[in-house]
């Protein structure tokens, strides 16, 4: 007979979790207290130790110190307890290739203990809800990326666990798919599924996470709300983009020399970003672009984005494409 949890209001509360990997500690000392129904989002850079972690609350990896309950279950002293109230999807899409989808998911159901009718038609909700469909009958193979990514997260709820752990759930889809899946992960938290998902979509983690811990070389060095993350900072961020794009790189000198700190690039690499201490010092860094002959295509003063705020505690940009640790 499976024991029954302590009652704690927290789904998961860890305590100064350590995991080495020879010389190299992965995860340093983080705590982590996440309420039951929660959406709890996880960002760092590659190698920052988020998967780690992870994979250390699933029972995946046992930690060289610290401790961690999951459900009120201790992930070491009790880990068959964890594990059947969990789920987890990876990075990687783990789905038989020969298999038809629906196939994949007829086969999870029915080791889940679903019936012959069962089974079928709890596959077919799935293939439904992540607009699957009409590849229900094509094997696995034949799959697009995200169609496989689309399958994987499905394949981890065919039978809704108390947690969800998702490691970059989105990776790989079209705007269209991560949206869908973004709605299916806030459904599940309002059936009061627990939701701890790594992202390197900073919008995902502002879309979706309720509270959001940033962790460095294996350390927590930041944790709250999108907003409370963003008043961190203390200042507004100065966007300029200049009409001549072979003169970025001299703007961005230009406004270094005049504001400090470091002026980022956006993904296309022709709008700056930059700390402003206050509207005088971020009118006097446009004056310095106009008397240097830069001319302007647009320009404003806002408060700093989730991304900037990622690059004001890491010192890096959003995190990459590739596996993490």
Known sequence: MQPAPPPTALAINARGLVKTFGATRAVDGIDLEVPRGMIFGVLGPNGAGKTTLLRMLATLLTPDGGTAQVMGFDVTRAPQEVRRSIAMTGQFASLDEDLTGRGNLILLAKLWGFKGAAARTRADQLLTAFALTDAAKRQVKEYSGGMRRKLDVAASLVVTPDVL?????????????????????RELAGQGVTVLLTTQYLEEADQLAARIAVIDHGKKIAEGTSRELKAQTGSSFLHVTPA??????EAARLLERVLGGHAQRSAEGGELAIKASSATAASAAIEGLASAGILLEGFSMAAPSLDEVFFALTGKGAPADGAQR
Do not use: H, Y
Not at 244 to 249: N, S
């Open 165 to 185: 752990f998702l490691d970059e759930p989105t990776t790989g889809l079209d705007p269209g798919a991560r949206k869908s899946v973004w709605a299916m992960i």
């Open 244 to 249: 001549d794009r072979a003169r970025v790189d």
